[in-house]
């Protein structure tokens, strides 16, 4: 089944940077877009980044937009998500999730990794 593991959060200070990466499998990876999607403390689910099966288009959230960039390796079955200028606001659990829109693909979800940025 569809499995999709990320990793590399941590605590950061404001303005500090995070990569995080997700490792897929289960699935032909290279055959699906992908998304980022993040649950901020008492929130409920928010998207955060898209990207095209290639890679070669990519969206974000209004929040975001030139802070983050989302990319893919497909010879790696990896997605990443790389954050910079963080910002207090940033901090939630932050997902991958199959398909454009992972908000409408739950099941996909990992576990998540945590980003707090804290003073």
């Known amino acids: 089944e569809v499995q999709l593991v990320e990793s590399g959060g941590g605590m950061v200070q404001p303005g500090g940077s995070l990569r995080l990466s997700c490792a897929a499998s289960?699935?032909?990876?290279?055959?699906?877009?992908m998304s980022w999607v993040r649950q901020a403390p008492g929130k409920g689910p928010e998207w955060v980044s898209g990207?095209?099966?290639?890679?070669?288009?990519?969206h974000y959230t209004d929040s975001v937009k030139g802070r983050f960039t989302i990319s893919r390796d497909n010879t790696k079955n990896t997605l990443y998500l790389q954050m910079n200028s963080l910002k207090l606001e940033d901090t939630a659990l932050y997902y991958c999730?199959?398909?454009?829109?992972?908000?409408?693909?739950?099941?996909?979800w990992g576990q998540g990794t945590y980003v707090t940025v804290s003073s």
């Open positions: 990207i095209t099966r290639g890679g070669a288009i990519t």
């Open positions: 999730a199959r398909g454009w829109n992972g908000l409408n693909d739950r099941e996909s």
């Open positions: 289960g699935f032909t990876f290279s055959g699906y877009p």
